[in-house]
T-cell receptor, first 113, second 114 residues
Framework: DAGVTQSPTHLIKTRGQQVTLRCSPK?????VSWYQQALGQGPQFIFQ???????QRGNFPDRFSGHQFPNYSSELNVNALLLGDSALYLC????????????FGPGTRLTVL | GENVEQHPSTLSVQEGDSAVIKCTYS??????FPWYKQELGKRPQLIID?????GEKKDQRIAVTLNKTAKHFSLHITETQPEDSAVYFC?????????????FGTGTRLTIIP
């Protein structure tokens, strides 16, 4: 039973570029939430996808967008990268209507130069 | 929105002693409170959680207590071991389901001294 997977592991971009991060949820899960974790901080909620729609959104600008595919995997897109976007991006999967537990993937470390 | 405060930010205890980490939350509608352990360079790992209809939950050396009236909850680790060294995060959410966002505390770096 595969857990939550994310790709790539690390990514280096320059300011102004665009990036796409990918997440595959744990088997049997249908909900994907994305979090940004700055160094030394707790994860901050970006948004959540369920039934291929964005259901909730945290306090992040429109430069952050996402998508969920029919197989429940998800992408996080960030446009016009800023230095402050450097962080660990985590996705968490859950079974939306069954239980509150969220399980995290290993994250993608994004560095913006 | 929800705000979760966590204390202390760092904690050092002798191996075998107990460690306690405390969190307070602001949203009285929050009803699910998980704790995550994050080792260096690793993913946050769910170690224990509690729902608002329960005051205490225990799993071997780990326990969590919840005081809804005071809006605070705590993580207790007994008989600490070197492998307990990590950063611990508390979180809160409104839902009983997996489609509610988690609001995290700022973390506690726990160091177990051999």
């Amino acid at each position: 039973d595969a857990g939550v997977t994310q790709s790539p592991t690390h990514l280096i971009k320059t300011r102004g570029q665009q990036v796409t991060l990918r997440c595959s949820p744990k088997s049997g899960h249908d909900t994907v939430s994305w979090y940004q974790q700055a160094l030394g901080q707790g994860p901050q909620f970006i948004f959540q996808y369920y039934e291929e729609e964005e259901r909730q959104r945290g306090n992040f600008p429109d430069r952050f967008s996402g998508h969920q595919f029919p197989n429940y995997s998800s992408e996080l897109n960030v446009n016009a990268l800023l230095l402050g976007d450097s962080a660990l991006y985590l996705c968490a999967s859950s079974f939306g209507l069954a239980a509150p537990e969220q399980f995290f993937g290993p994250g993608t470390r994004l560095t913006v130069l | 929105g929800e705000n979760v405060e966590q204390h202390p930010s760092t904690l050092s205890v002798q191996e075998g002693d107990s460690a306690v980490i405390k969190c307070t939350y602001s949203d009285s509608a929050s009803n699910y409170f998980p704790w995550y352990k994050q080792e260096l360079g690793k993913r946050p790992q769910l170690i224990i959680d509690i729902r608002s209809n329960v005051g205490e939950k225990k799993d071997q050396r780990i326990a969590v207590t919840l005081n809804k009236t005071a809006k605070h909850f705590s993580l207790h680790i007994t008989e600490t071991q070197p492998e307990d060294s990590a950063v611990y995060f508390c979180a809160a959410s409104r839902g009983n389901f997996g489609n509610e966002k988690l609001t995290f505390g700022t973390g506690t770096r726990l160091t177990i001294i051999p």
